[in-house]
């Protein structure tokens, strides 16, 4: 607006002027609420929303000594140490490798002085004896590797009685192909485990086994292991849901460039994975089929519909978002800051039910004063006004799923966290950023299946190797197959 305008405005009269004013108001403040949105945006990383940690921006120099010594002070106050010193404390065991027994011992190299250390004469032959003290030293090494390539002839023989021709049959689980179980075991433990590529693996098998695979052999391999996980996959998934507790969680996933949503159900000793074509409540109904049980997750709408009594969110994110609006300025400031602290007090009643007294009653008492104090927070927050528009949101979310904030305090093996999914999700999580995802259908099942052994097995302590090579070996025999539960 020019001068001109703006004399036009005022010579239209009282009203209009008093109009205008008003309506350049209500703008203004519509830019400063945008403005207010894009710095919280601005603000937010890894600690105050779900951006991972690899996506924070740098920190200067200055900032990183600073949350160090931070960090330091902290450590120091809980310890009630402030002469501590960087390194081992005194009384500290320490750790080394052990030495193994002499039965697992493959060689034992003598070794003997060439002269004395005192009057340097040279000891012989006969002088090198063993004696009773004796130093001791290990070392690992490899053996070189190869495959054993082993020739199946099927001779045939002619009947003198009739004359007929017969050809002998491969053993069960020979013909179908020209790789052993172990060999396709390795191969696709490297896949799932470890996120070997499938150029990569055929590189890899030249280099260490000395055999020489194509990538559609690879790829061949893994979806016949795919085959063969099948059943145990639908079982653990049946498993699964018959615990009393379930932790669920869901990030995205790509199939031939499309959007995909990777789904896991997740308990202490076991996790399932779907690839599925969407991410919402049907997709999650799917999932869990019926469960019954009580589902730990965190406050996406998707499961809004889920009994608030059989549920319980995760205090993580609770955390996470209290402490994003203890950045804000006013009263959202004051919110967060006081959520913030009631938060930590949560965290460390859990922790001392966990790793002191294991008493359910006195974690309740310890509770009880929190949930008070928190419901009072939440409730002043709650009234649509100005001064609460930034965090009241936040606050009605909150009272919504009451009931689920504290089921862990009453129900046990429930966690106030969704830890384990989100430890599960991890792996495939970069596995995910490492292949850009699938390419098929068929792709999408065994990243899925392959997956789910692969953290199951990490999960109960078990070599997926082994596991891999006992499943292939029984699918190509046609004898029951092992279990993951």
């Known amino acids: 607006m020019d001068r001109v305008e703006a004399e036009a405005v005022y010579d239209s009269g009282r009203e209009a002027c008093v109009e205008f004013i008003l309506g350049l108001a209500a703008r203004v403040e519509q830019f400063e609420d945008r403005l ?17 940690p690899s996506q924070d921006p740098p920190k200067s120099r200055q900032q990183r000594r600073a949350e160090a010594r931070l960090k330091a002070k902290e450590l120091l106050a809980r310890r009630g140490d402030a002469e501590r010193k960087a390194g081992a404390q005194d009384g500290h065991l320490g750790a080394g490798r052990e030495h193994a027994p002499e039965d697992q011992v493959d060689e034992i190299v003598s070794h003997y002085p060439e002269a004395c250390r005192g009057c340097g004469r040279e000891f012989t032959v006969d002088e090198r004896r063993q004696g009773g003290r004796f130093g001791r030293h290990q070392v690992c090494e490899l053996p070189p590797i190869s495959v054993m390539l082993v020739e199946h002839r099927t001779h045939r023989l002619h009947c003198p009685g009739c004359g007929t021709r017969t050809t002998a049959s491969l053993p069960a689980g020979i013909g179908g192909s020209a790789f052993g179980p172990r060999l396709r075991a390795a191969i ?36 016949h292991a795919s085959a063969a996980l099948a059943d145990g ?13 379930v932790h669920i969680d869901e990030t995205g996933w790509r199939t031939a460039g499309d959007p995909r949503a990777l789904w896991t159900a997740a308990t202490p000793g076991a996790s399932i994975f779907q690839i599925a074509e969407h991410c919402n409540r049907e997709q999650f109904n799917e999932l869990i089929a019926g469960y019954t049980g009580i589902v730990v997750s965190d406050r996406w709408n998707g499961y809004s519909h889920l009994d608030p009594v059989r549920r319980q969110v995760c205090w993580s994110h609770i955390q996470r978002d209290f402490r994003r609006h203890s950045e804000g300025l006013a009263e959202q400031k004051t919110f967060g800051q006081q959520g913030l602290e009631l938060t930590c007090q949560v965290f460390a009643a859990w922790r001392a039910y966990q790793h002191e007294h294991h008493d359910r009653d006195r974690l309740q008492a310890e509770i009880t004063p929190i949930q008070t104090q928190l419901r009072q927070l939440l409730e002043n927050a709650s009234p649509k006004s100005r001064r609460t528009r930034w965090h009241r949101r936040f606050a009605n979310n909150l009272l919504k799923v ?37 390419r098929s259908d068929t792709g999408e099942r065994f990243a899925e299946r392959a997956l789910s052994a692969a953290v199951t097995c990490r999960q109960q302590h078990r070599s997926l190797f082994e596991f891999l090579s006992e499943l292939i070996t029984a699918h190509n025999r046609g004898d029951p197959l092992p279990a993951l539960t």
Not at 233 to 245: F, G, K, N, S
Request: charged letters at 25%; hydrophobic letters at 35%; a positive charge.
């Open 36 to 52: 207010r949105r894009l710095e919280e945006r601005a603000r937010q990383d890894s600690l105050t929303s779900s951006r991972p």
């Open 188 to 223: 696709v433990t490297l896949t799932a485990r470890n996120r070997i590529s499938r150029r990569g693996i055929a590189e890899l098998a030249g280099e260490l086994f000395g055999v020489q695979l194509s990538t559609g052999t690879v790829d061949a391999i893994c979806q």
């Open 233 to 245: 996959h639908e079982a653990l998934r049946d498993w699964i849901l018959t615990q009393d507790a």
């Open 402 to 438: 009451w009931p689920a904030l504290w089921t862990f305090t009453s129900v046990e093996g429930v966690e106030p966290t969704n830890n384990p999914a989100e430890r599960a999700l991890r792996g495939p999580v970069i596995h995910r950023k490492l292949s850009h995802g699938t």
